[in-house]
């Protein structure tokens, strides 16, 4: 991986949810380029091992671990492996988080023939499902909140120890169609402001990423058409986008690195920072 700059974590545990994906399998390889030992939690057993064997192949050093953020016995588990295999925790991602068909709605807007003639692949506010909304809702924000919970004991008083959670633009202004994460997410950003707080006098810093559009398997289907021309919501997206792109995942490293050296950013506290290419800075106008 081609890091923008490299810090010293030589020593640091780093436990990172969901780095069985996109996003978090890069960060937990710039960790490890770094020097940290990499705990890879994931549900998914054997995209955890795969990014696992990928580090330890190149030099760094980690275990794939499975794990259920929504469980605590889980999460028990897993800290004991990390615990016995790697040592105690210095550096927690929250990366596991996603979003649910049945917490979505198919338009925009609601209009009032959709209410009149309702059709079966047209769903509205009222066809939302509370287990499609419960589900995103846990896997965000319970999916941030019960890892902290397990793996904050172990950095308590620790020299340097920092949460990462992984917010989104749509907690800043919900996207249309996906009310259950935006809210979810918003419901992350507040939280990383509030435990910033709570965790200030043990000396944990607590800070959140919020990315804006990178094409990941989450939604792929929503941004590119088979023939892989752009979808009428990528369309949307990029005209949103001042910097008229997609983001490359590459382009969060730098944001995580900064975020996790306490030499470069010690006093920075509770802040939920924006990598978009300007989409949350950008009125339309
Ligand atoms: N891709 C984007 O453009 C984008 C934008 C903003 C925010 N995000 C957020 O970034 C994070 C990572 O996104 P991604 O695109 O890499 O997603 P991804 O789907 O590629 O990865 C998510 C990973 O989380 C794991 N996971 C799901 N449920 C879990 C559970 N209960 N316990 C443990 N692991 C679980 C999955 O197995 C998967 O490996 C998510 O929180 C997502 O909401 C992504």
């Known amino acids: 991986m081609n890091l923008p700059f490299k810090i010293d974590l030589k020593d640091k545990v780093a436990v990172v949810t969901g780095a069985g994906g996109a996003i978090c399998a890069g960060f937990a390889k710039a960790l490890a380029e770094c020097g940290a030992k990499i705990a890879v939690l994931d549900l998914n057993k054997a995209a955890a091992d795969a990014v696992a064997e990928e580090i330890n192949a190149t030099g760094g050093y980690a275990i794939g671990v499975e794990a259920n953020v929504l469980q605590i016995e889980s999460l028990q588990n897993a800290k004991k492996i990390v615990n016995e295999k790697l040592?105690?925790?210095?550096?927690l991602i929250n990366g596991a988080g996603g979003n649910h068909p049945k917490g979505?709605?198919?338009?925009?807007?609601?209009?009032?023939?959709?209410?009149e003639n309702k059709k079966e692949d047209v769903v509205t506010l009222f066809d939302l499902d509370p287990k499609g909304i419960e589900f995103v809702f846990n896997l965000n924000f319970l999916g941030t909140l019960l890892p902290t919970q397990?793996?904050?004991?172990?950095?308590?008083?620790?020299k340097d120890a920092v949460i990462l959670n992984i917010s989104s633009m749509n907690a800043f202004t919900p996207l249309t169609r996906i009310p259950a994460y935006s809210g979810a997410k918003a419901a992350i950003s507040n939280f990383t402001q509030w435990l910033a707080v709570h965790l200030s006098k043990v000396e944990v810093r607590v800070n959140a990423i919020a990315p804006g559009f990178f094409i990941g398997n989450q939604n792929r289907g929503l941004l590119m058409n088979a023939d892989g021309t752009y979808t009428e919501r990528a369309q949307k997206i990029l005209a949103a986008t001042p910097m008229d792109r997609f983001g490359e995942l590459d382009e969060l490293i730098g944001t995580l690195l900064w975020l996790v050296d306490s030499k470069a950013s010690g006093f920075v506290n509770g802040v939920v920072v924006p990598v978009d290419g300007g989409f949350s800075a950008y009125s339309g106008v």
């Open 87 to 91: 040592g105690t925790c210095d550096i």
């Open 104 to 115: 979505t709605t198919t338009k925009d807007y609601l209009f009032k023939e959709d209410l």
């Open 150 to 158: 397990i793996f904050v004991k172990d950095m308590i008083d620790k």
